[in-house]
């Protein structure tokens, strides 16, 4: 059966460096099909298909969005809406207003979920309809896929900032904290570990929030990484919690940020970093002791774009198109590595991806929970992509003390 009408994009969450290439993906690729009478883009996402705030796609040249597909963040600007059935009903109410008949949404958990709901809303009116979530987000934490589109790109800023930050604190060794972004899912601080290169290289230490953290065991590692090298690197995920699961910035201070959704602030503010160097401090007596939140710089930073991040954000973009209008499904598009290093895009029900959240596997943390394996190391190195440069030393041999 083919479905004759209008496509809807829409992005969602937390922008990416290659987001838009799905975008353009979908767009050219659904531009093929004479069934398609109109690209529509939904500006700010879910908020804008309820205030019926489109634009109208099928008028932009391809050299335009050739240009917009290698540029940053969200062009279609995006929305932390995380809409419940009501909110739902009347953007599918919109969409049927406007004779949309294939629904495209590229973002994460929250907006698969979405995807989901209003999919339901057209089943329950048996409208014609195809619904297709496109992911995408830097944490890598959606289900069923070995990697999503925007990590590759994030985890190499996270990785070639380590290798900064290591050369900086051998110049002038101290200690040195790395705050990186991850709620839930330690996928992107785990990157920091690719900037190693030489034995003595940070980070030395790597803490995620798979593994419960414990604040008398972390001022252990750092003494006995201290003492061995004169200076430590630390990567530390912003969602690290304690045996009870309470966020650590929590146990440091008496007060805390909320978001709006109630939870607790964790690197927007930078105060992770700061309370754990003031910690260290106080508790080891180490003079030199500096951290950095770095924030929103993972996500859209142009420079540190990885290829194979951005290939693999064309093609799933591309493939909405093909599984909603040539194979006539609504699904979760997902990743799956193969060999290596390959890729093929599956196509998931929506039920099986919407809302779930995916942790760093056993495998990849190791056994003291202050590192990643080996097998995180080969899992992570084809995504951040080529040209990964790090540095070189000096290799001169010293020359004989005369005066002592």
């Known amino acids: 059966m083919k479905l004759q009408g209008k496509v809807v994009i829409a992005q969602g969450g937390g922008p990416t460096a290659v987001i838009n290439q ?10 093929k099909f004479p069934q398609v009478t109109k690209i529509y883009g939904a500006v700010n996402g879910i908020r804008g298909i309820l205030n019926e705030d489109f634009l109208d796609l099928t008028q932009e040249t391809n050299h335009n969005l ?37 629904f495209f949404y590229i973002g994460g958990n929250d907006s698969s979920d979405t995807v989901r709901i209003i999919n339901e809303k057209a089943k329950a009116e048996n409208y014609d309809f195809r619904a297709i979530h496109i992911p995408k987000t830097i944490d890598n934490d959606l289900v069923l896929n070995d990697h999503t589109p925007g990590y590759g790109s994030a985890a190499r800023f996270v990785a070639e900032s380590f290798v900064g930050a290591n050369l900086d604190n051998r110049s002038l060794p101290g200690v040195y904290i790395g705050v990186v972004m991850g709620r839930h899912a330690g996928f992107l601080t785990a990157a920091a570990a690719m900037a190693k290169k030489f034995p003595d290289d940070g980070p030395h230490l790597i803490y995620l929030p798979e593994r419960a953290f414990d604040k008398e065991k972390f001022l252990n590692d750092v003494k006995t990484t201290y003492d061995k090298y004169g200076r430590c690197v630390i990567a530390v995920s912003e969602g ?5 699961g309470i966020p650590i910035i929590s146990t440091l201070t008496d007060t805390v940020e909320r978001d709006a959704h109630g939870n607790v602030q964790l690197s927007g503010t930078g105060a992770l970093g700061d ?67 390959a890729v093929e ?60």
């Open 22 to 31: 799905s975008l353009v993906g979908a767009i050219l690729e659904s531009r």
């Open 66 to 102: 050739e240009q917009v597909a290698n540029s940053a963040s969200s062009a279609l600007l995006s929305t932390r809406d995380k809409p419940d059935e009501a909110y739902c009903a009347q953007a599918f109410q919109v969409l049927k207003a406007h004779d949309v008949r294939y």
């Open 240 to 244: 690290i919690t304690d045996r009870k």
């Open 275 to 341: 309370l754990l160097s003031e910690y260290i401090k106080k508790n080891l007596k180490i003079g030199r002791v500096r951290a950095d939140t770095f924030g929103y710089l993972q996500r859209s930073f142009m420079p540190c774009v990885s290829d194979i991040d951005q290939i693999e954000a064309r093609e799933v973009g591309e493939k909405a198109a093909h599984f909603a209008i040539w194979h006539n499904i609504d699904c979760s598009i997902t990743i799956q590595r193969v060999g290596d290093y």
């Open 345 to 404: 895009y599956k196509p998931v029900p929506l039920i099986e991806i919407a809302a779930k959240t995916r942790l760093m596997p056993d495998k990849y943390i190791n056994s003291d929970g202050n590192y990643v394996t080996e097998q995180f190391l080969s899992y992570c190195r084809p995504l951040i992509g080529s040209g990964f440069k790090q540095p070189a030393r000096l290799r001169a041999s010293k020359i004989e003390k005369i005066l002592r």
